[in-house]
């Protein structure tokens, strides 16, 4: 009885994780296309603060004691950057590890960017 249960709910969690992945999927393209029509700006900005969001996918055994998984699982960090421009309006962009370690709070510069997508910062170094 328990198995005909199981078999009836596996097409209708098939069908949900397929409708929240093609959801996603297309907010992700829409934005891509959006930022793709916008121009690319440059403008002095300077970096108001860092932030990381570490995400674990994966199953773990359970326990807190022990760090035994039963399947595979991945930890995902993503970077962001949060600059101020001139006129003090903000903007926040997804950048790559590599971005955000070059960078310290309090730096200033020309942020390079196309909508919601980051080009570059080049900080600008005083003497």
Sequence with gaps: MGGKIIESLLP??????LAV???SAIRWLMEWSKNNKQPVKTANAKLMSKREDTRRTGRSSGT???????????????YF???EFEDG????FNVNGREYGAHAE??????????T???S???ITTV
């Design 117 to 119: 997508r980051f080009h």
């Design 81 to 83: 950057l949060t600059f």
């Design 106 to 115: 309090g730096d200033a510069g020309e942020l390079t960017y196309q909508g």
């Design 21 to 23: 992945s093609s959801v």
């Design 64 to 78: 807190r004691k022990s760090s035994l998984s039963l399947g595979r699982s991945q930890q995902k960090t993503s």
């Design 121 to 123: 910062f080049e900080r």
């Design 89 to 92: 309006e903000r903007s926040e």
């Design 12 to 17: 209708i969690v098939a069908v949900i994780i």
